[in-house]
């Protein structure tokens, strides 16, 4: 980077320019001349140059910055009515609602008949409704905290960025020459429309040479070089452009470009700064961090799947990459902690893997098993022969191989076997209390437990994190995690989300306390302490992302069709045969399945599948799935009707439904599923013939409905 001649170009001149790239509809570069225009003090009509800068904002899509100067003018000239209407418009792309709607009122109070405003309002009014008071802001549930190692990965990725160097400007003693500066910028702009970004380039590298201390003009370069892949180059151009003077567009820019060098840690620091300067838009910039984030993170992940993941308003959201016609397979997982659910801890199974080793006495039931003699003969012959591993300290958790028994030892066990743990034999006690209480049909155990999902998952998810950071301090040469190795360890889970309204800790106090007493007295001197948000985060982390799932061959359906294929076997077996037999069924936290999120007309389905050799999950499509359509699964059952399905999800997970099965189909005959007028008591709205899940008002209605989209979801 070379210093230079600072030469200011007047403001006159940089209003020319911007109004020339405006009449050639280049509304960034206009905004930039206008930029330059209205910093300088010199110029006469401050809020006229802030009006054509917003409109140039506004056109295209920053409506954050429009709002802004919006608000400058509006301060100046209150009176402008014009000004609220675009001011409603911003606030209503920005989704920030509520101010909209007071803008749009604003601007009433001047012009009452104002067809336009009135319009806008009602626009707003339909959204508030729309959204019905939900609360999820996946930007406040995820951080822009820094990754263990992220310090050591910025240091590397400066050390490559370095290498790419900068670019080589002379000295400038001579005063830019205006004339020829405004004709290159014509031609720039003239270029950008003809969409022939080589010579744009050209033109800008020589206006460059001409005026180097207009940032503007490297800004532009750099964005063009980027557009054409020529990421170094832009690199360059970006850097050339001092800390102090970078604008919000400036920080985005040289993040997607550090993104785009697989500098992406480096793309997340330029990303904060975005956040940190970017005022109004700063929502806009936060949401880019997640994406860059999101990316550096589940790429490696997805790459061989048929799926990316990626950042929008509803937090992580999977994609397809291509295709894909109904039941095609996208991707299949293996869980990261599992835990058997406690309806099912009758059922002999893998603690480790979660392989069934149903036994066949659980199978057909002692009496059948100990009176049938046929059955056992063939129980004998066909019933598939497990050796049981059990702990040999405790004895209490049972594995299918001794490398599953090794493997749980590692992973969790060492700290959660009653050899090591006495505190743990209460979770046990619980567990097998609260499934005598679900059989029961008591789905809340007062003060003790409430969730679906069994309260060892917990212990398991503590468990691993302790036992990876004592590798983690193994491994470095230390005998106790520390601080460090504890947030190495900690960090995967970071991925799942946590979000939630009831307050768990107080809710279940019982079940803190027996965690507090099982995590509190670890050998080696290890600690993890359970605060009351700690214990909160992760019972979220896991009310949020669990997934059921079991062993997609249990031992009885090899038996099933071994005593098949033998017809004697059969006739004597096949009435004993259960159509709903005893499952081992496990609940368990996948990276990738823990970013689709929900929809009532959902385009694929989990299944039970074997991965590597173990049970875990596959996702399958449903119907066809279009490259970059979001793909999604339900977390109800999607049979119920509208009503319980919102108020289910709403209760578990804290949203309000928004998909297009939730937007085109009612509730009952009280009111139309379009247009929301209410019936009266004694002429009730009829329902669509076909699903019977809308009501209309009228003919008219039902097409309009039909034609937005209930067509897609109505299915008789
Ligand atoms: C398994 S996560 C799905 C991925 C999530 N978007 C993320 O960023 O991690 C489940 C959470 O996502 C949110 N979610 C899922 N589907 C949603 C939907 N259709 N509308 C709003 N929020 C949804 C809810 O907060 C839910 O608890």
């Not at 509730?667 to 379009?674: F, K, Q, Y």
């Amino acid at each position: 980077m070379q210093y230079r001649n600072k030469m200011a170009t007047t403001s006159d001149v940089l209003l020319r320019y911007g109004d020339d790239a405006y009449n050639v509809k280049d509304f960034d570069i206009a905004a930039s001349f206008y930029s330059s225009a209205a910093t300088q003090n010199v110029v006469s009509d401050y809020s006229e140059i802030l009006k054509k800068r917003s409109k140039c904002y506004y056109k295209t899509g920053k409506y954050a910055r429009a709002f802004d100067d919006i608000v400058e003018i509006l301060k100046i000239w209150p009176s402008w009515t014009e000004g609220y209407i675009y001011a409603g418009s911003c606030l209503t792309y920005l989704k920030d609602l509520k101010n909209a709607m007071l803008m749009y009122t604003r601007g009433l109070n001047l012009d009452h008949g104002n067809e336009v405003i009135q319009k806008g309002l009602l626009n707003v009014k339909a959204k508030l409704s729309e959204n019905g008071g939900t609360t999820y802001d996946p930007l406040t549930l995820c951080t822009q905290d820094a990754y263990p190692g992220d310090e050591e990965l910025v240091k590397m990725e400066q050390t490559k960025l370095d290498k790419i160097g900068s670019v080589e400007i002379p000295e400038f003693l001579n005063v830019p020459d205006t004339l020829k500066l405004r004709g290159l910028i014509q031609s720039v702009c003239k270029h950008k429309e003809d969409g022939d970004y080589n010579l744009a380039e050209s033109s800008l590298v020589a206006a460059i040479r001409e005026d180097a201390d207009n940032y503007s003009l490297c800004h532009v370069l750099a964005e063009i070089l980027y557009q054409k892949n020529n990421h170094e180059k832009a690199f360059q151009y970006c850097e050339m452009i001092p800390k102090h003077l970078r604008s919000f567009d400036t920080w985005i820019l040289g993040s997607k470009i550090r993104h785009a060098l697989n500098a992406h840690v480096s793309a997340e620091l330029w990303l904060r700064y975005a956040t940190k300067f970017g005022g109004k838009r700063a929502e806009e910039a936060a949401m880019v961090f997640q994406d860059v984030r999101v990316q550096r993170l589940y790429d490696p992940l997805t790459s061989g799947t048929k799926v990316n993941i990626r950042f929008t308003e509803f937090g992580r959201t999977m994609h397809c990459t291509e295709e894909l016609n109904k039941g095609a397979y996208l991707f299949r997982e293996e869980p990261l902690i599992i835990a058997q659910t406690i309806d099912t801890l009758d059922v002999q199974a893998c603690g480790h893997c979660g392989k069934s080793m149903i036994t066949a006495e659980q199978y057909f039931g002692q009496g059948v098993f100990r009176q049938n003699n046929q059955i056992r003969a063939a129980v004998e012959k066909y019933w598939p022969k497990k050796t049981v591993y059990s702990c040999e300290k405790c004895e209490t958790e049972v594995y299918c191989s001794k490398s599953c028994r090794t493997g749980a030892w590692e992973d969790y066990h060492q700290i959660l076997c009653s050899s090591t743990n006495k505190n743990i034999d209460k979770l046990h006690h619980v567990c097998q209390q609260f499934k005598k209480l679900r059989e029961e049909n008591c789905r809340v155990w007062d003060g003790v437990w409430n969730a679906a999902f069994s309260p060892m998952t917990l212990a398991q998810l503590w468990a691993r994190i302790i036992c990876d950071a004592k590798r983690i301090a193994k491994a470095r040469g230390g005998t106790t995690p520390d601080r460090r190795d504890m947030a190495k360890a900690k960090a995967k889970y970071r991925r799942f989300i946590a979000y939630g309204s009831a307050r768990n800790a107080r809710v279940v106090p019982k079940m803190m306390a027996i965690m507090r007493e099982i995590f509190s007295d670890l050998a080696d001197g290890v600690t993890m302490e359970i605060t009351d948000k700690e214990f909160e985060g992760r019972y979220f982390q896991i009310a949020c992302n669990i997934q059921e799932f079991a062993d997609p061959e249990p031992p009885y359906k090899s038996f099933v069709a071994n005593a098949k294929a033998k017809p004697q076997v059969w006739a004597c077996v096949s009435p004993h045969i259960r159509s709903e037999p005893p499952e081992a069924t496990f609940t368990g936290l996948f990276m990738l399945h823990a970013c689709m999120n929900h929809s009532c007309d959902n385009n694929a389905e989990v299944r039970d599948r074997f991965v590597d050799g173990r049970p875990g999950i596959a996702l399958q499509t449903k119907k066809t799935i279009a490259a970059g359509q979001e793909v999604t699964i339900s977390y109800i059952d999607n049979q119920m009707c509208r009503q319980d399905r919102q108020s289910w999800l709403y209760q578990s997970y804290n949203f309000w439904c928004m998909c297009t099965k939730c937007q085109f189909e009612g509730d009952d005959s009280t009111s139309c599923t379009n247009c929301k007028k209410q019936a009266s008591r004694d002429k009730l709205f009829p329902a669509c013939s076909r699903c019977h899940h809308a009501w209309y008002c009228s003919s008219h209605c039902q097409k309009v409905a039909w034609k937005k989209g209930h067509k897609s979801i109505c299915n008789k």
